[in-house]
T-cell receptor, first 118, second 114 residues
Framework: AQSVTQLGSHVSVSEGALVLLRCNYS??????LFWYVQYPNQGLQLLLK??????LVKGINGFEAEFKKSETSFHLTKPSAHMSDAAEYFC????????????????FGQGTILTVHP | DTAVSQTPKYLVTQMGNDKSIKCEQN?????MYWYKQDSKKFLKIMFS???????INETVPNRFSPKSPDKAHLNLHINSLELGDSAVYFC?????????????FGPGTRLLVL
């Protein structure tokens, strides 16, 4: 079964500082990995995804993530935080195994709330 | 133009009632999903339909019954509501079924059972 663990339920940074949100996955097959962002009282919006092409994936709003198979990680980074980045971030793995019951479902991590201080 | 829309946005009801949540997508996608986000913000899939066929059915009480009248709509009916059903329910859609497919989420329906 696939699973995702996000280390740190809360991360706090100063405006302009580096943002690092950690995600580790468990999967018996090469994974498809996603980062979604959820602003208060809104739905989830895709930031970026890894689908076995380049290991460094660039997303929207200046975010990027690097797939590291040896570390089973897919950490999300942004060089300089902005106040508008304050939100909750979810890492997810896409279910594989065509025809199986997990095929196509997203399994989410617990979420990380990012706070940005002025 | 809203890609994935849900109605209602808020739903407050009494225990024991029956309620429905509607979802529509105008993206031309084949696959739709229902997710539940609990009070701790944990997101878990409930159901998925592909071309109106049920393909994912997680361990959800049978009080929850999804219905897909066509590819663009996926509704969720809940019978005999319980306090524990209070949550945010998200509908999502993807172009097709597959682990690499991006899922597009609706704004959520906030259900409070009193």
């Amino acid at each position: 079964a696939q699973s995702v663990t996000q280390l740190g339920s809360h991360v706090s940074v100063s405006e302009g500082a580096l943002v690092l949100l950690r995600c580790n996955y468990s999967s018996s097959v090469p994974p498809y990995l996603f980062w979604y962002v959820q602003y208060p009282n809104q739905g989830l919006q895709l930031l970026l995804k890894y689908t076995s092409a380049a290991t460094l994936v660039k997303g929207i709003n200046g975010f990027e993530a690097e797939f590291k198979k040896s570390e089973t990680s897919f950490h999300l980074t942004k060089p300089s935080a902005h106040m508008s980045d304050a939100a909750e971030y979810f890492c997810a793995v896409g279910g594989e195994g065509a025809g199986g019951t997990s095929y196509g479902k997203l399994t989410f991590g617990q979420g990380t709330i990012l706070t940005v201080h002025p | 133009d809203t890609a994935v829309s849900q109605t209602p946005k808020y739903l407050v009801t009494q225990m024991g009632n029956d309620k429905s949540i509607k979802c529509e997508q105008n993206l031309g996608h084949d696959t739709m999903y229902w997710y539940k986000q609990d009070s701790k913000k944990f997101l878990k899939i409930m159901f998925s339909y592909n071309n109106k066929e049920l393909i994912i059915n997680e361990t959800v009480p049978n009080r929850f019954s999804p219905k897909s009248p066509d590819k663009a709509h996926l509704n969720l009916h809940i019978n005999s509501l319980e306090l524990g059903d209070s949550a945010v329910y998200f509908c999502a859609s993807s172009r097709k079924r597959g682990g690499a497919e991006t899922q597009y989420f609706g704004p959520g329906t906030r259900l409070l059972v009193l």
